[in-house]
């Protein structure tokens, strides 16, 4: 239910903003730190009960600017996100859980002037879907060690694989440096309230700190 309120929310947000505010489409990319905070135990998920460590890895997607006012712009945003975590023990990289999701943050950010240039910060909400996963460990701690494979999205969690939730959803929040030639620096903050762990074996979330670059095509701070 949660997540049917957000789509809408998504789909109002957009269309209010094509119909009455000044637009520009961009691109962007960055290097996304991601992470899974939480604990899960039983099964194949005991994988997750393992201490985590940040995954780094490439993104990136499409976004929009809509100036609302001088002062606040929306900007919504869709990209293929890289999440997930490293899993160590005794100081050694046993493992991972790698997931890509499509990922549609929603911001609304508050625009103070800089010269002919913008310094942006807000936040808002997002909504991913989850589109392909791996993990792999080896551990003699685990009832079965060199586990490996692909994340079931769809299926009950078994003893032949590893089960996460396909739905996420979030708060973000940002801080991005508007050039008045369309070239953005950004730094971006997510963190799912939704548990992506199967149901009964704990609690696992989506956690993703990102450092990124983009651009706006034909923008002008001042417009």
């Known amino acids: 239910m949660m997540l049917k309120v957000l789509c809408l929310a998504m789909g109002m947000s957009l269309l209010v903003s094509t119909a009455y505010a000044q637009s520009h489409l961009g ?3 960055a290097c996304i730190a991601g992470n899974l905070p939480g604990n899960s135990a039983g099964g194949p998920s005991e994988i997750l009960s393992q201490t985590r460590g940040p995954r780094l890895a490439p993104g990136g997607g499409i976004w929009a600017d809509f100036r609302w006012s001088d002062y606040i712009d929306f900007q919504p945003h869709i ?17 991972h859980v790698h997931v890509t999701y499509l990922d549609v943050p929603l911001r609304l950010m508050y625009r103070v002037p800089v010269g002919y240039d913008d310094f942006f910060f807000g936040g808002g909400v997002y909504g991913a879907l989850g589109l392909r996963g791996t993990y792999q460990v080896s551990t003699n701690t685990l009832p079965m060690h060199d586990l490996g ?4 999205f769809n299926d009950p969690d078994g003893i032949t694989g590893l089960h996460m939730k396909p739905w996420d959803a979030g708060y973000t929040a940002a ?3 508007q050039f008045s030639f369309g070239l953005t620096l950004h730094l971006d903050y997510e ?7 199967p149901e009964g074996t704990g609690r696992i979330q989506n956690q993703g700190l990102s450092l990124g670059i983009g651009y706006l095509f034909h923008y002008n701070t001042r417009d």
């Open 27 to 29: 691109i962007e990319g």
């Open 79 to 95: 990209n293929i996100t890289p999440k997930g975590a490293e899993i160590w023990q005794n100081g050694q990289n046993t493992g």
């Open 149 to 152: 494979g692909d994340i079931q």
């Open 175 to 177: 801080l991005s440096y």
């Open 191 to 197: 963190h799912g309230f939704v548990n992506i762990a």
